[in-house]
């Protein structure tokens, strides 16, 4: 069998449309690749120093050497810079196959950054994280995982786990010379154990905020001014407005960054009891809207007050809701919520920080677990959890490393350490190619 981990491989790792594309050559024999793509290739390479020089396939650009261990992957690498062409970066690629690299598969890059020990898989999920963020919590939850910070957390808690571990064998192999397990100490420490992963598992929700972002409903009666505030927050004109009560039937959305983080906002047909065909499947669906969403912002006309009607779809509304005031420029009494007007845009950064204060994430140094991690931790937990009730039971002491050795390789998984090969390449496999 070819082992594919031996070959030198390559992959644009930049996107398509750019005016500068970047292309990796990475493995044992990528200086040579670089030697035949690369007409100035130096005799004395000198890693981490760029040359400038022209290509066989046709091209102008640079190439930036990496020795082995020192390099993204670990392994040897030559980063070339050519223009951005399709046809420039596939030229090169082509030439760098036929010097004897092959196509990188996707996420092989950092696959290799973790095999070779660069990189746990918590790492690697933070340099994805960081390619795809679209939102600074994003970007901050990126750096965190890139930084080691959850493994580190995860880490510790895999320690303790192993150290309740090794005192149950020792008890089981040597009790002559350690005595008698005793179960008391042990449970307080897998007490504190199993605190230490529900810890973890609460950061699930905030997680979610932070790399999905919240979706944001707008509700209210008609000709409340809606798509005016929903085009208003937006800045764009994306939702039909009109006079006519009734007139705006689909839910739209759209995505907007507030306060570091990504704000999905739907606008919602008219939520009113109505005989129009076409209009109540609109009412159907923006009571599923604001049934789903993170946060409900309830819309009302502030110069015609807050009615009964308004009272009673407000009370109705299941999820965290917000009570809007909006043609605050208009004369009005006063009412409930934030004074806004879509108009005059007036009050509205009011209204996103009381959004985001709402629904968002506390800004901070805190790693997240991702969705990958959270049956991990909770097989982690439940280990812990029926150690603690074996260890109640007249029943012996070996019975508790069972799920000790479970709930150790379950918060391996997370990080890498007991993760089998399967695992292992899945997790890549959802990479992109280049990455
Ligand atoms: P929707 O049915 O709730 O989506 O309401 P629209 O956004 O279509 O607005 C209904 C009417 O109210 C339109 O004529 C808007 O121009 C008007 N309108 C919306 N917001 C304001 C506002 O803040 N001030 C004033 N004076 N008029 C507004």
Redesign the pocket.
């Known amino acids: 069998m070819v082992d594919r981990l031996a070959q030198t491989i390559v992959a644009p790792i930049t996107a398509v449309g750019g005016s500068v594309a970047m292309v990796r050559v990475s493995g044992p024999m990528a200086y040579s690749v670089a030697k035949a793509v690369f007409a100035n290739w130096p005799d004395k390479v000198e890693p981490r120093r760029a040359v400038y020089g022209t290509f066989v396939h046709g091209d102008d650009g640079l190439a930036l050497p990496f020795a082995s261990g020192a390099s993204y992957t670990g392994d040897e690498t030559v980063e070339f810079s050519v223009h951005g062409s399709a046809a420039s970066v596939a030229g090169l690629v082509e030439a760098c196959c036929q010097a004897g690299a092959r196509p990188a598969g996707p996420g092989e890059f950092t696959m290799r950054a973790f095999l070779s020990g660069r990189m746990d898989l918590t790492q690697a999920e933070g340099v994805r994280t960081l390619v795809e963020a679209q939102s600074d919590a994003a970007l901050r939850q990126g750096r965190l995982l890139r930084e080691g910070r959850l493994s580190a957390m995860v880490a510790a808690v895999r320690e303790a786990v192993l150290g309740a571990l090794a005192t149950v064998e020792a008890s089981t192999d040597f009790s002559e010379e350690v005595g008698d397990l005793d179960r008391d100490v042990l449970d307080r420490r897998l007490a504190d154990i199993v605190g230490e992963t529900d810890r973890l598992l609460g950061t699930a929700a905030a997680s979610r905020v932070a790399h999905v972002g919240v979706t944001v409903a707008v509700v ?1 009666k ?8 929903f085009n208003a927050l937006l800045n764009a004109d994306r939702a039909i ?3 006519v ?1 009734g007139t ?1 039937r689909d839910a739209l959305h759209e995505t907007i960054q507030a306060g570091g983080m990504l704000m999905r906002l739907v606008d919602t047909a ?1 939520l009113r009891e109505t005989s129009d065909t076409v209009e109540s499947v609109g009412v159907g669906r923006s009571r599923d809207a604001a049934s789903e969403a993170d946060l409900v912002l309830y ?1 009302y006309d502030a110069s015609a007050g807050f009615d009964e009607v308004d009272e009673a779809e407000f009370e109705v509304i299941s999820r965290p809701k917000l009570a809007v005031a ?2 605050a ?2 004369p009005h009494r006063d009412g409930p919520g934030t004074k806004v ?3 005059t845009r007036s009050g509205l950064d009011e209204l996103l920080s009381r959004v985001v204060g709402s629904v968002g994430v506390a800004v901070g140094e805190v790693p997240f677990v991702l969705p990958r991690h959270v049956p991990l931790l909770q097989r982690a937990r439940e280990a812990l959890v029926d150690v603690r009730q074996t260890l109640g039971q007249p029943v012996p002491d070996d019975l508790a490393a069972v799920g000790l050795r479970a709930a150790a390789r379950a918060l391996g998984e997370i990080t890498g350490e007991t993760a089998t090969p399967d695992v292992v390449e899945r997790i890549f496999h959802d990479f992109c190619i280049g990455k």
Not at 222 to 229: E, I, T, V
């Open positions: 209210g008609p000709n409340a001014g809606k798509s005016s505030l407005v009109t006079d009560p705006t008219g819309v909006n043609k420029d208009l007007s879509a108009v």
